[in-house]
């Protein structure tokens, strides 16, 4: 017996997926919903390990997401300006 039906947290957790996805793309800074898809992965790999289509699905989107944050929290660099020709 479980606490919530199985349909119930489906469609809650694929929601709140949603969600996330739409704070990644749509946000100047997607750190924290990124963060919380990592969470999300970390939970579906640990409770899935045996079904390993799903976990090495899971796990390349996890690194995916980690490449993310990686990428926003790297300072950003400026990028050289040409010399100004003055003729």
Do not use: E, M, Y
């Not at 390990?49 to 989107?61: K, L, Q």
Request: net charge positive.
């Amino acid at each position: 017996a479980s606490i919530v039906p199985k349909i119930v947290f489906l469609h809650t957790f694929s929601a709140i997926q949603i969600f996330i996805g739409i704070g990644i793309l749509v946000l100047r800074n997607p750190i924290l919903p990124t963060l919380a898809a990592i969470g999300a992965l970390i939970g579906i790999i640990v409770t899935n390990g045996s079904a390993f289509d799903i976990t090495f699905r899971d796990v390349s989107i996890l690194l995916a997401a980690v490449a993310l944050i990686v990428l926003h929290t790297q300072p950003k660099q400026k990028t050289p300006q040409p010399p100004s020709s003055l003729t």
